[in-house]
Nanobody
Framework: QVQLVESGGGSVQAGGSLRLSCAVS????????MGWFRQAPGKEREGVAI????????YYADSVKGQFTISQDNAKSTLYLQMNSLKSEDTAMYYC???????????????WGQGTQVTVSS
């Protein structure tokens, strides 16, 4: 069974940085879609950064291009999201998700973590 466990969220002042981590276990496929999504109160879930582990350019939402970086450590089966220059509008619950099937740029992934809260104060 696929399990995703996020960590690294917290409270930070505007302009600060955080790095989210997502530990993945139970995945037997060598290549799959993995991504970071966020949802703020009263808003729809948004795909922030998505990657295909088989190798392709990552997708970033326009709102985070140049600000967030997604990366993976295959040896540790961990996905990361480096978030810099954080703004109050980045405040949301952040989720890690995975899915076997393409295309990767979508929000209806099969497997989800429990989420980690990111709060940015101005």
């Amino acid at each position: 069974q696929v399990q995703l466990v996020e960590s690294g969220g917290g409270s930070v002042q505007a302009g600060g940085s955080l790095r989210l981590s997502c530990a993945v276990s139970g995945y037997t496929s060598r290549s799959y879609c993995m991504g970071w999504f966020r949802q703020a109160p009263g808003k729809e879930r948004e795909g922030v950064a998505i990657i295909y582990t088989g190798g392709s350019s990552p997708y970033y939402a326009d709102s985070v291009k140049g600000q967030f970086t997604i990366s993976q450590d295959n040896a540790k089966s961990t996905l990361y999201l480096q978030m810099n220059s954080l703004k109050s509008e980045d405040t949301a619950m952040y989720y890690c998700a995975a899915d076997r099937f393409l295309p990767c740029v979508r929000t209806d992934f099969t497997y989800w973590g429990q989420g980690t809260q990111v709060t940015v104060s101005s």
